[in-house]
């Protein structure tokens, strides 16, 4: 299964997450944010099955709204860094990259 999770709330994220061992590898496409409304493991989840493409070939367009997030979910980010386009709101601080860097 593919998912074209464009504009999807939180909400519907979560449940793509939740399916997500349906998913095909790189199954999900789109363009969407993702927020501090999804757990971790949601958010590893969704970044483990994104399309990466290149300029050439498309792929998702994500979206990482880092407000309120917590190390563990940021943890979740940088593990999969490599799938997200945009981190808005963060900032970094020493004593974060530490907790973010021990909760991956």
Do not use: C, E, K
């Not at 349906?22 to 969704?46: C, H, R, V, W, Y």
Request: aromatic content about 2%; overall charge negative.
């Amino acid at each position: 299964m593919t998912v074209d999770a464009t504009g999807m709330t939180p909400a519907q994220l979560g449940a793509v997450a939740n399916g997500a061992s349906s998913i095909a590898a790189n199954g999900i496409t789109g363009a969407f944010t993702i927020t501090s409304a999804l757990s971790p493991t949601q958010i590893t989840a969704i970044l483990d099955h994104i399309q990466v493409g290149s300029s050439f070939t498309g792929g998702a367009t994500v979206t990482i709204d880092a407000t309120g997030m917590s190390p563990s979910q940021l943890g979740s980010v940088a593990g999969d860094i490599g799938a997200v386009t945009t981190i808005s709101n963060l900032t970094l601080t020493a004593s974060l990259a530490r907790r973010t860097s021990a909760a991956s």
